[in-house]
Nanobody, 126 residues
C-alpha cells in the first residue's frame, strides 16, 4: 500500500512561486507514475501534471504548461511540483497521486485503484 505525504503549500502573492513536495512510501518508487491534481473551492478535482517512474516522460494540463514543472528524485522517493507565476485562480488544494499505470494527461481524477495524498493548500493572493 502506497502512502503519500504532501508538503510545501502556503500563502503566496500573485506572481510568486512555490514548490510542492510529495514523499512516497510502501512500494518501489520507480514503479510508480506520479501525478499532481488540484481542487479549487466549488470545483471538481482536475489533473495538473504527471511523470513516469523513470522521470523520462511528463505530461501537463494544457492551461498550465510553461508555468508548472513536475520532477522527481527517485533517490529520495519524492516528486515535486514547481509552480511559477502563480495566479489567484491557482488557489486550490493540491493532491499528489501514485499509480502503477501510466495515464499521461488522461489520468482519472478519482481512481480508487490509485493512491492519493491528503492534500496541501495553496492560496494565491491578488
Amino acid at each position: 500500500q502506497v502512502q503519500l505525504v504532501e508538503s510545501g503549500g502556503g500563502l503566496v502573492q500573485a506572481g510568486g512561486s512555490l514548490r510542492l513536495s510529495c514523499s512516497a512510501s510502501g512500494r518501489t518508487f520507480t514503479s510508480l507514475a506520479m501525478g499532481w491534481f488540484r481542487q479549487a473551492p466549488g470545483k471538481e478535482r482536475e489533473f495538473v501534471a504527471a511523470i513516469t517512474g523513470s522521470g523520462g516522460n511528463s505530461q501537463y494540463a494544457n492551461s498550465l504548461k510553461g508555468r508548472f514543472t513536475i520532477s522527481r528524485d527517485n533517490a529520495k522517493n519524492t516528486v515535486y511540483l514547481q509552480m511559477n507565476s502563480l495566479k489567484p485562480e491557482d488557489t486550490a488544494i493540491y493532491y499528489c497521486a501514485a499509480s502503477l499505470r501510466w495515464y499521461g494527461s488522461f489520468w482519472p481524477s478519482a481512481n480508487a485503484d490509485d493512491a492519493w495524498g491528503q492534500g496541501t493548500l495553496v492560496t494565491v493572493s491578488s
